[in-house]
């Protein structure tokens, strides 16, 4: 069975700070995203990444793929409080067809 | 153009009672999703279809849980004889490839 491990779950920064959140997952897999879910809101897909040093680049957040290590980090620089949200990653496994496997989800506050 | 719709946005049902949830996917989207978001369970997936294949029921909780696509295009998920853990947000996404888009769900309370 696929497991997808995020941490931390929860998360409050400082403006101005940097952090890093973290996917692991336990399977070979195809693609690793990235979604984003604001309070009473859907998904909205940030990155998707496709293969091994895989480097993605949108603002203030930036997703990388070690797909040797089973791991996907989420870096977020000099944060604003409009990154505030629920940030999942969520695996596309060659064994489970198109469904996506996601983690438990990294609720990210960031204070002024 | 367009996103994945939803419909009802919201849904209060008693206990027992059967409910029909809609998806409008993207037009020209072959694949169809339904996934489910509950505070215990974290997001889940409940149901594949791609095409004309034989859909992934491989998700579905239980046999109360039911769905379908016609033509291709929209997808109703029947929850039957309703019970109090089927509280949730029930999550639609489609896709042509593989990045799967989703709709704003549809929040389902059974009381």
């Known amino acids: 069975e696929l497991k997808v491990e995020q941490n931390p779950l929860f998360l409050s920064m400082q403006e101005g700070k940097n952090y890093t959140i973290y996917c692991n997952y336990s399977t070979t897999s195809d693609r690793l995203y990235w979604y984003r879910q604001d309070p009473g809101k859907s998904l909205e897909s940030l990155f998707v990444?496709?293969?091994?040093?895989a480097v993605k680049q949108e603002g203030r957040l930036m997703a990388s793929l070690d797909t040797k290590a089973r791991l996907s980090t989420l870096h977020i620089t000099a944060a604003v409080h409009d990154l505030s949200a629920t940030y999942f990653c969520a695996v596309d496994a060659e064994t489970s067809g198109s469904r996506l496997t996601f983690g438990e989800g990294t609720q990210l506050t960031v204070n002024p | 153009g367009a996103g994945v719709s939803q419909s009802p946005s919201n849904k209060v049902t008693e206990k027992g009672k059967d409910v029909e949830l809609r998806c409008d996917p993207i037009s020209g989207h072959t694949a169809l999703y339904w996934y489910r978001q509950s505070l215990g369970q974290g997001l889940e997936f409940l149901i594949y279809?791609?095409?004309?294949?034989?859909?992934?029921k491989s998700g579905l909780p239980s046999d109360r849980f039911s769905a379908e696509r016609t033509g291709g295009s929209v997808s109703t998920l029947t929850i039957q004889r309703t019970q109090q853990e089927d509280s949730a947000v029930y999550l639609c996404?489609?896709?042509?490839?593989?990045?799967?888009?989703f709709g704003p769900g549809t929040r389902l309370t059974v009381t």
């Open positions: 990444l496709l293969s091994n040093g």
């Open positions: 996404a489609s896709s042509f490839y593989y990045e799967q888009y």
């Open positions: 279809f791609q095409g004309n294949s034989a859909p992934d």
